[in-house]
């Protein structure tokens, strides 16, 4: 053999041996990242069967943690009345409420944190801002059921008006509750370098949507988002909604998203105004992991906000990974004290109908154009 044709060998088998160690070195990662999915998933398949079992099996309520909206005088007087409902029949209740300076005379008071007194029931009076403030103050570990109530207003989150605290109160110290567990989103950040921006406690929950958009600036957002790990597209928008069944009745669908029920377990990812009219919204299963990054060539930074609060402003590079929580937002439904003879055949208690009220209530759906409103005003 020539000296010739040896080299030749020698130069293809290196070739080929730096091209095998590549293959093995990026088969490597992709079986790692691979393999931390199922782990996800799992967990999040073993977390709600357990959350299944927990609805089913609600203890007697220990400690209370009232949250309100804005002490106007029809609020001062609903507690009033609640706490004394409760003071006079479950005497052996705590009751507390979050530090505020409004905070109603005889009841403890209580902050959010790994230190914070164990609450067994939280009751809301107001609207839907104020469960979803009542989430925020649960970052961490699992949240408490949840009974709102509403102070005149209609919401989606809000099945009992609060004319009904007593049977509702009762209900749930009577282990008759119906828990329906709304899933939320844990969030976490990176820098340009794809580390992780603050620890793991860190971590924001959300209940209704994550939204990444451009704030103030004239420009749109380019936005690269990845699912589990692989790249689905390039954005480039006024902005991206990723939100829960629960607030796919929110911010989402006002930009043209699906409604899912809150029964689900999905990820709604929703363009705002993208350029592109094929980039149409997405449902993904709640195993899913997404992750939004800002373009290196976006032209400007992207403001985040979560349930309706500013938290981050990300710059090019920089991104946020969106999955599901462990630990959804468990509230009690309306049908928790209906009659038997109030209820449909088959539907009554332990069984989720507030929704298809509340479409229909709420959103009139597929309701005629030409409404009531525009019936009583119309000249012909």
């Not at 007697?60 to 006079?88: C, F, G, M, W």
Request: charged share 20%.
């Amino acid at each position: 053999m020539s000296i010739l044709s040896c080299l030749s060998s020698t130069l293809k088998a290196r070739l080929f041996a730096s091209q095998t160690a590549a293959k093995s070195s990026r088969f490597c990662r992709v079986s790692q990242l691979r393999a931390s999915l199922p782990t996800h998933r799992s967990t999040l398949l073993a977390a709600s069967r357990s959350f299944r079992t927990h609805a089913k099996q609600i203890r007697r309520p220990h400690s209370i943690l009232i949250v309100n909206k804005l002490r106007t005088k029809p609020v001062v007087d609903a507690i009033q009345a609640l706490l004394e409902y409760i003071r006079s029949k479950y005497p052996d209740v705590t009751i507390y409420h979050e530090d505020r300076p409004d905070i109603p005379e005889g009841v403890k008071m209580w902050r959010p944190g790994p230190g914070s007194d164990p609450i067994d029931l939280v009751v809301t009076l107001g609207g839907d801002g104020t469960i979803l403030h009542a989430s925020s103050l649960f970052k961490v570990g699992a949240v408490p059921p949840v009974l709102s109530f509403s102070m005149g207003t209609l919401g989606f989150l809000l099945p009992f008006h609060i004319d009904d605290f007593a049977k509702a109160i009762d209900s749930a110290f009577e282990g008759k509750a119906v828990v329906l567990h709304r899933m939320r989103l844990s969030c976490s950040f990176q820098d340009r370098d794809g580390e992780s921006i603050g620890s793991k406690s860190e971590e924001w929950q959300v209940m209704n949507e994550v939204a990444l958009h451009r704030g103030s600036s004239p420009h749109l957002n380019t936005i690269d988002v990845f699912v589990d790990g692989q790249h689905l597209t390039e954005a480039v928008s006024d902005g991206l909604i990723v939100a829960t069944p629960t607030g796919s009745t929110a911010y989402s669908l006002s930009a043209g998203g699906p409604i899912v029920h809150p029964g689900l377990s999905a990820i709604v990812l929703t363009p705002i105004c993208p350029r592109s009219l094929s980039f149409r919204p997405l449902v993904f299963p709640s195993s899913s992991s997404i992750t939004l990054r800002i373009g290196d060539r976006s032209r400007a930074s992207a403001g985040l906000s979560m349930d309706g609060q500013v938290s981050h402003v990300l710059s090019p590079g920089e991104s946020v990974t969106v999955q599901a929580s462990l630990y959804p937002i468990p509230c009690i439904n309306r049908s928790s004290i209906a009659d038997p003879d109030e209820s449909r055949q088959g539907v009554g208690p332990g069984k989720e109908d507030d929704w298809v009220r509340d479409i229909n209530n709420l959103l009139q759906y597929n309701a005629t154009f030409r409404s009531k409103a525009l019936l009583r005003h119309s000249r012909t």
